[in-house]
């Protein structure tokens, strides 16, 4: 009842306040708590890539089960120096989830590849593992021009993911770079 108030209190508001990314942010909550309720406690992530240490708190409040297998199915398959990019589409937005490996300044250069293709950050969650993999992940609006698919925009990303790490660009330049276009 409360999810349903909720959503008929954010629609009242007004013609533009309810959107895609609120109807998925509602709906990851209430799937999380429906699954608190009929378990009696938060699922585990045991047989996960992720295990309790504190980090993983906040990644099992922030995550649903379905999603901990498939990041921890990435993460294992993450080759040493790699980076990889998962997209989902919604009505709306799309989710991006980043497997890599931690270093000074991936968040900035990850976040200005995405920026410097036209992308929107909405939200994102954040998780640096101690075994120094990083799972980010990201909700995005795409920019309605020029028409590109997700794919193709994925693909661009990790060429300029690329390029930063071979130096030849940075985040700044990148977003520099679709500034001026």
């Known amino acids: 009842m409360l999810y349903i ?9 007004g013609r533009n306040t309810w959107t895609a990314w609120k ?24 047989g996960n890539a992720c295990r309790n240490d504190d980090w993983s708190v906040s990644y ?5 089960p379905e999603d901990r297998l498939r990041h921890g199915e990435w993460l294992r398959a993450l080759a040493h120096g790699e980076m990889q990019l998962h997209c989902d589409s919604f009505d709306g937005f799309e989710r991006i989830t980043v497997c890599g490996w ?12 995405m920026s410097s293709e036209g992308y929107n950050i909405l939200g994102a969650h954040i998780f640096s ?3 120094g993999k990083v799972l980010d992940v990201f909700y ?28 030849t660009a940075t985040a700044d330049s990148l977003i520099l770079e679709r500034l001026r276009q």
Request: aromatic fraction near 6%.
């Open 102 to 113: 931690d270093r000074m300044g991936f968040l900035r250069d990850i976040i200005g590849c």
């Open 140 to 167: 995005v609006e795409p920019p309605q021009y020029p028409v590109v698919s997700s794919d193709k925009r994925l693909l661009n990303v990790q060429k300029k993911w690329d390029l930063l790490a071979q130096g």
């Open 129 to 131: 593992m101690p075994d």
């Open 23 to 46: 109807a998925f942010q509602m709906d990851q909550l209430y799937k999380s708590v429906l699954d608190i309720i009929s378990a009696g406690k938060p699922t585990s992530t045991t």
């Open 5 to 13: 108030l909720t959503v008929l209190d954010i629609r009242c508001v």
């Open 60 to 64: 099992e409040r922030d995550t649903l």
